[in-house]
């Protein structure tokens, strides 16, 4: 065995080595069986979330340190379980790897995953580990939530406002400037720096919760409408006004973007990134007027009222200052997994 610890790779310790490793970031009390075993409280319903990443897809070593491939993968499925109105439990780690991974990179990249799941008091519960010829990270997320505080998408009505709780193209920005650093060069460093963060470090909005459902006065008499942004905010509203069977009109000049876009991009980039950029991990909700303002109020800066639910089936784009000519919003204007 290669005695140079931080050079070793996955294929001279073997898949037990391996895992031996790995237990020292779960629980001590929680691993060794087949299963996970968790307790959750009276009256409340699991939530379960899967999320799949893959190296060149999803993270990259140009763009993203393997704590940071860790984080933002505990993050992408916190951020689901927020969605959904429920808090986390734990999760289950099913990781695919060639032989030749170092052993430390693996080891960093769980290290990402425990500091933001240590935020929540999250442990990793289990998982398992195979061989791949690329490495493949698949996290399944549990979580909990009152069954009369379940966010679901189906759940907009006509005359709902669509609130975000927060800038939206940040993460974009934040890829684009790791990609081609030579761009942005009118971005102050601390400007750049939160670009890049929120690429590399989102965060996960179950911070919202507690404030909706004090804003709300749980029980709410009817289900509340929501997912995150992950995909981006087009395809966000796009998917709830699906599955709600309702249509969406969007205010142009109320889509929260970050500041230092008025120092680099264009309107139209702006919007771009905005609508289209993705991995923002925001909360996008429809709630009636009154306690949509107070959310907004609650919540600060970034969070906004960025249009409201209408009748029909068209998610509409619309410019008071004419700026912009209205447009239709759609999911292929977003990213495809399958796109050719």
Same mark, same amino acid.
Request: glycine share 8%; proline share 6%.
């Given at each position: 065995?290669?005695?140079?610890?931080?050079?070793?790779?996955?294929?001279?310790?073997?898949?037990?080595?391996?895992?031996?490793?790995?237990?020292?970031?779960?629980?001590?009390?929680?691993?060794?069986?087949?299963?996970?075993?968790?307790?959750?409280?009276?009256?409340?319903?699991?939530?379960?979330?899967?999320?799949?990443?893959?190296?060149?897809?999803?993270?990259?070593?140009?763009?993203?340190?393997?704590?940071?491939?860790?984080?933002?993968?505990?993050?992408?499925?916190?951020?689901?379980?927020?969605? /959904?109105?429920?808090?986390?439990?734990?999760?289950?780690?099913?990781?695919?790897?060639?032989?030749?991974? @170092?052993?430390?990179?693996?080891?960093? #990249?769980?290290?990402? /995953?425990?500091?933001?799941?240590?935020?929540?008091?999250?442990?990793?519960?289990?998982?398992?580990?195979?061989?791949?010829?690329?490495?493949?990270?698949?996290?399944?997320?549990?979580?909990?939530?009152?069954?009369?505080?379940?966010?679901?998408?189906?759940?907009?009505?006509?005359?709902?406002?669509?609130?975000?709780?927060?800038?939206?193209?940040?993460? @974009?920005?934040?890829?684009?400037?790791?990609?081609?650093?030579?761009?942005?060069?009118?971005?102050?460093?601390?400007?750049?720096?939160?670009?890049?963060?929120?690429?590399?470090?989102?965060?996960?909005?179950?911070?919202?919760?507690?404030?909706?459902?004090?804003?709300?006065?749980?029980?709410?008499?009817?289900?509340?409408?929501?997912?995150?942004?992950?995909?981006?905010?087009?395809?966000?509203?796009?998917?709830?006004?699906?599955?709600? @069977?309702?249509?969406?009109? #969007?205010?142009?000049?109320?889509?929260?973007?970050?500041?230092?876009?008025?120092?680099?991009?264009?309107?139209?980039?702006?919007?771009?990134?905005?609508?289209?950029?993705?991995?923002?991990?925001?909360?996008?909700?429809?709630?009636?007027?009154?306690?949509?303002?107070?959310?907004?109020?609650?919540?600060?800066?970034?969070?906004?009222?960025?249009?409201?639910?209408?009748?029909?089936?068209?998610?509409?784009?619309?410019?008071?200052?004419?700026?912009?000519?209205?447009?239709?919003?759609? #999911?292929?204007?977003?990213?495809?997994?399958?796109?050719?």
């Amino acid at each position: 065995m290669n005695s140079d610890l931080s050079s070793q790779q996955v294929k001279d310790i073997g898949e037990q080595g391996l895992l031996e490793r790995l237990q020292r970031f779960c629980p001590p009390e929680i691993i060794g069986d087949d299963a996970a075993v968790l307790e959750t409280a009276p009256e409340q319903f699991l939530v379960v979330t899967t999320d799949v990443l893959v190296d060149g897809v999803h993270f990259s070593n140009l763009t993203t340190s393997p704590e940071d491939a860790g984080w933002r993968a505990a993050t992408a499925n916190l951020s689901d379980l927020a969605a /959904m109105g429920a808090y986390p439990l734990g999760i289950t780690v099913g990781l695919g790897l060639p032989g030749e991974v @170092r052993v430390s990179w693996v080891e960093r #990249l769980y290290q990402g /995953m425990t500091e933001c799941l240590q935020k929540y008091n999250t442990s990793i519960v289990g998982g398992d580990v195979v061989r791949s010829p690329v490495t493949t990270l698949a996290i399944t997320a549990f979580g909990q939530v009152n069954p009369n505080q379940i966010i679901r998408r189906s759940a907009a009505v006509v005359g709902n406002a669509i609130v975000v709780t927060g800038v939206h193209g940040a993460s @974009r920005a934040g890829l684009e400037l790791l990609l081609h650093p030579e761009l942005g060069q009118n971005l102050k460093d601390a400007e750049r720096t939160a670009l890049i963060l929120a690429h590399q470090r989102p965060q996960p909005r179950l911070d919202v919760l507690p404030i909706l459902w004090k804003i709300l006065v749980s029980p709410y008499p009817r289900p509340i409408a929501g997912m995150d942004s992950s995909d981006g905010l087009a395809d966000a509203i796009i998917q709830i006004c699906r599955a709600s @069977r309702v249509g969406a009109i #969007l205010e142009h000049r109320q889509i929260p973007v970050p500041v230092a876009f008025d120092h680099w991009l264009t309107p139209e980039q702006a919007l771009a990134y905005a609508l289209y950029g993705g991995e923002d991990f925001e909360l996008v909700l429809c709630l009636p007027q009154e306690p949509a303002l107070a959310l907004v109020q609650h919540l600060g800066q970034g969070a906004a009222i960025v249009g409201s639910i209408t009748s029909g089936s068209t998610v509409l784009l619309h410019d008071e200052q004419k700026k912009f000519p209205d447009q239709v919003l759609s #999911l292929s204007q977003g990213f495809q997994h399958f796109a050719q």
